[in-house]
């Protein structure tokens, strides 16, 4: 396998690492794979999960391409005036421009991890090119259930002494019997903040309807953001299109995938949907 790392864009300021498939040369292959940052992470991915992904996907006969969006890694800031997410949504379509001229597919799956997720679902919704896309810890609205969890896991955390005092300050401060917590408030990045439940399940439906295989999956280790295997199912009930996707909890992975172990399960879990639900078939070459 000879990976070829080179710039591309319109304005030649993305840096992308293009992996081949193994097997016959010149053979179309059946998607593309799209790999990129997580977070402020280059696209090796956090602990090097990009790049175990780049060499699952060409054994499976995928070729991948994962590239640093603009201002991130090895790439340079892009001289638009667009807003971040614009602006990333922009690079990953170029860089999907790219791929289709260097391995001739037309079809692409992103393993979007956090911000990846983010754009990728937005690229979906932009361009019919983008047929899947992973989306790894991504937006997550508490039910009944996952605030009691929460709650749980603060008592615990803090113990019940320390647990009343933080309760009575908080009550003290509503009650204004004591001046409020003067802590600046921390700025939030334009991705941070999830949209309207509402408007975020009329993008799903939306791709869902348009034939796009999604797969949510979270990890095991934000008790405080996703906390149990049915709080997927409960915060999206009703939904005509829960049954259209994919849902994944690796309960002993932690966000950035640090152990060996936490690595072996997402590679499996993505390959595994790979060839269930985007390329039926895919395999491994010998």
Not at 1 to 16: C, P, S, W, Y
Not at 140 to 159: D, E, H, V, W
Request: hydrophobic content about 40%.
């Amino acid at each position: 396998m000879q990976e070829q790392t080179r710039t591309v864009g319109a304005e030649g300021h993305l840096v992308a690492t293009f992996t081949p498939a193994q097997g016959a040369p010149g053979a179309a292959p059946p998607v593309v794979a799209v790999l990129s940052n997580s977070g402020v992470i280059p696209r090796g991915g956090p602990h090097r999960i990009n790049v175990l992904l780049a060499r699952e996907f060409a054994a499976m006969g995928i070729p991948s391409v994962r590239f640093d969006m603009s201002g991130l890694g090895d790439s340079q800031r892009s001289d638009s005036t667009r807003s971040v997410t614009e602006q990333w949504v922009a690079d990953t379509r170029e860089v999907m421009d790219a791929a289709q001229a260097q391995f001739g597919c037309a079809r692409f799956v992103m393993v979007g991890l956090c911000s990846g997720a983010i754009i990728g679902h937005l690229v979906a919704l932009e361009d019919p090119r983008m047929r899947a896309v992973l989306l790894w810890d991504m937006y997550a609205y508490p039910t009944l259930q996952s605030r009691l969890r929460k709650l749980a896991f603060k008592i615990g955390r803090a113990g019940l002494l320390g647990s009343a005092q933080k309760a009575g300050v908080m009550l003290l401060r509503k009650l204004r019997l004591m001046p409020p917590d003067d802590a600046p408030a921390k700025p939030k990045g334009e991705m941070s903040v999830s949209p309207p439940k509402d408007e975020f399940m009329g993008r799903v439906d939306r791709l869902t309807n348009q034939g796009v295989e999604l797969l949510f999956a979270y990890c095991g280790g934000q008790p405080e953001w996703f906390n149990h295997r049915g709080q997927f199912a409960a915060m999206f009930a009703g939904q005509a299109w829960l049954p259209k996707v994919s849902f994944e909890l690796l309960e002993t992975t932690d966000h950035l995938i640090t152990s060996g172990p936490a690595k072996r399960a997402f590679i499996d879990m993505t390959t595994g949907w790979v060839r269930e639900r985007v390329v039926p078939g895919a395999g491994r070459h010998s």
